[in-house]
């Protein structure tokens, strides 16, 4: 039971436990060069109620799911790995997880992420990726900050002017990059965006997507002859503002 803080900044640091579920309600962190990993024993959850922070060479979870409880915290500068198969990363209702790096497995081996509570692509701002797949359940909400509408470049996942999910292929097709979405898609924008005709937020990219949320928040107001707009492509959604005379109805947002 961690209640203080674990850096690693400079050198490797090795948690392991052999019997029982590791509860962690302090700060585990990884930065500069340093790598921190988590060795579980007996296949037991590793439950953060605390914060996790990844940002260092990198922060690997071995041999256990990694359960994000209620008031929980993990943020994803670099890379958060998970080192073995079979395993998912479950964010439950009341968790965050942010960031602009990379989580997966090992191997190209998928890695379920399951949001039951809020994920928010970027730091604010930037890629998140992930192996795949991704599960949005009903209480799940996907956070998104807009300060413009530049995408950036993908390859660099600090760039671009919004947050954005990439549930990227993990091999040759692999069927695990896919995304299933229910819930909320929350969006914040700063005040000084004026959002134009044309204007969009391609914030989710996926291999394939099924599902669609059942509610959306935040999207700033337009003038009269504009509206909001949700566009569900096979591999992507996207926020965009088009003419609302050639909009359907149940396309419009406000």
Known sequence: ????????????????????????????????????????????????????????????????????????????????????????????????????????????????????????????????????????TATGVLEINVEGFDPGIPENPTDGEFGWLSVRPTCCGDPSSVAEVDGEV?????????????DALPFLLANEISGRFSSVSGLPALDPELMWTLRYEHDSITAAVANASNMKDNDRFN
């Open 186 to 198: 929350r969006f914040i924008f700063d005040a000084a965006v004026t959002p134009e005709l044309g």
């Open 1 to 136: 039971l961690n209640e203080g803080t674990i850096n690693a900044d400079q050198a490797n640091i090795i948690i392991r436990r052999n019997l029982g579920t590791l509860i962690k309600r302090g700060t585990l962190r990884s930065e500069q060069n340093g790598t921190l990993v988590v060795l579980d024993g007996d296949g037991s959850d590793f439950v953060n109620e605390g914060r996790i922070e990844a940002f260092g060479n990198t922060f690997v979870v071995q041999d256990a799911n990694l359960v994000n409880a209620a008031g929980g915290e993990i943020i994803v500068g670099t890379e958060l790995r998970f080192d073995n198969q079979q395993l998912q990363l479950e964010n439950r209702q009341g968790g965050r997880i942010t960031g602009n790096g990379y989580i997966g497995a090992d191997l190209n081996e998928p890695l379920p992420l399951i949001n039951e509570g809020t994920l928010a692509p970027g730091l604010p701002l930037g890629t998140l990726i992930l192996e795949g797949p991704y599960i949005q």
